[in-house]
């Protein structure tokens, strides 16, 4: 959800994946920050066009729910994760909701298939998710494209240092003192797994390719140790 801080002049939007139920958490309980949206919305065919706890900001400039005026005095906030990373917790979330196809549960019966977090499993999610066979998209099943949760924001978080991220844009609407983070809804079956270790050549091809956008904007790379730092530049 969009949280709208009116006291201190911020909007924080809550982007997937990027620790923002704890940013959220924040804003709300220190700042009096308010759900700009309470429940989905849906268009006169029954399809969500809003969905309730993630939208863009031109998403809610389309939906009136935000004027260009309101806008205009706003300091827009929103988080952004290495999407190598953030795609490994997007796995680990989808095996915690068991939101896996009925042909995905019969492979991991096969022999030499592992259940575990196994770089066979993962590839096989990556695939799934991001490139569908034809079979799947006969049925219906379409690949994921990224959303740019950024555009039109003013101040970006990374999840790999987000109390930093959030002590300078709280500093940008002149808050000095700190407000150390909560820890809310962690991806608790992923716990301390490094995301390089799992990836196959293949699930690392595909993710570079779909996510080449946020890569680029936000310079992330593969292997930040062996390419000198978290991000490039």
Known sequence: MAILCRDIGLLFLQAPHTGSTSLGTLFREDFGGVKLLEDRVRDARGRIVLRQKHQSLPQLLEAGLITPEERASLLVVVGVRNPYDLVLTEYARSREAGSISAAQRLLRHLPGVSDDFSAPDFERFVVRRYRPSAFYRALGRQPTVPVDWTAGADHIIRFEAMQEGLDEAL???????????????????????????????????????????????????????????????
Request: without cysteine; hydrophobic residues 25%.
């Open 171 to 233: 500093r940008r609407v002149g808050i000095e003192e700190p407000h150390p983070l909560p820890h809310r809804n962690p991806t608790t079956s992923r716990r301390d797994r490094d995301y390089r270790a799992i990836y196959t050549p293949r699930a690392r091809q595909i993710v570079s390719a779909v996510y080449a956008r946020e890569l680029r904007l936000h310079r992330y790379v593969f292997d930040p140790d062996a390419e000198g730092g978290s991000v490039r530049g």
